[in-house]
């Protein structure tokens, strides 16, 4: 049904294009939320810290499928991986997870009834904007999908930031 909707603007030109500014626009925001929970993961108790290493973890994949590969035929210029950094992006991420909860040993909360789940809500718009853009870049336009991506990632980004100023709102 969208498709036939946005059949008459099938030529239209505007907006981001895959591999653009935008692209690199969403891994800067990614990046940025990245060491907002890598700084969490260092100072955080209990949910906020395994909620933290859990966007260590996932936020550098989405870094990875954001960033074009600089070989890649799509490259059209602009910040780019090779195929082993890439790799090594994901693995470091990991390893920087694996080696805190290790350390740190921070139990997840002194009971269910403490947890707190209001960084839940921020997750799911997040989620269904992500969906959202997938569909509108196989339905419509890449453009749409674009903006809808950024979108998602700066919304993780302020919760990012959120849990760094006001962590109180996020602790059991």
């Given at each position: 049904?969208?498709?036939?909707?946005?059949?008459?603007?099938?030529?239209?030109?505007?907006?981001?294009v895959e591999n653009?500014?935008?692209?690199?626009?969403?891994?800067?925001?990614?990046?940025?939320?990245?060491?907002?929970?890598?700084?969490?993961?260092?100072?955080?108790?209990?949910?906020?810290?395994?909620?933290?290493?859990?966007?260590?973890?996932?936020?550098?994949?989405?870094?990875?499928?954001?960033?074009?590969?600089?070989?890649?035929?799509?490259?059209?210029?602009?910040?780019?991986?090779?195929?082993?950094?890439?790799?090594?992006?994901?693995?470091?991420?990991?390893?920087?997870?694996?080696?805190?909860?290790?350390?740190?040993?921070?139990?997840?909360?002194?009971?269910?009834?403490?947890?707190?789940?209001?960084y839940a809500v921020?997750?799911?718009?997040?989620?269904?904007?992500?969906?959202?853009?997938?569909?509108?870049?196989?339905?419509?336009?890449?453009?749409?999908?674009?903006?809808?991506?950024?979108?998602?990632?700066?919304?993780?980004?302020?919760?990012?930031?959120?849990?760094?100023?006001?962590?109180?709102?996020?602790?059991?």
């Amino acid at each position: 049904m969208a498709a036939l909707v946005a059949y008459p603007f099938d030529t239209l030109k505007v907006g981001p294009v895959e591999n653009g500014w935008f692209e690199s626009a969403q891994t800067f925001a990614l990046g940025l939320t990245v060491l907002l929970s890598v700084e969490a993961l260092l100072k955080a108790r209990h949910e906020i810290f395994y909620f933290s290493a859990t966007l260590v973890i996932l936020l550098p994949l989405a870094m990875v499928r954001e960033t074009p590969r600089c070989g890649s035929p799509f490259y059209d210029g602009g910040l780019c991986l090779t195929a082993n950094g890439k790799a090594l992006t994901v693995m470091i991420a990991i390893a920087l997870v694996v080696a805190l909860v290790a350390i740190r040993r921070v139990s997840f909360a002194r009971s269910w009834r403490e947890l707190t789940f209001f960084y839940a809500v921020p997750v799911a718009v997040t989620l269904s904007m992500l969906v959202g853009a997938e569909i509108l870049g196989k339905l419509i336009y890449v453009w749409a999908e674009e903006i809808f991506e950024l979108a998602a990632y700066l919304n993780l980004f302020g919760l990012a930031l959120a849990v760094r100023m006001r962590p109180s709102w996020f602790s059991a």
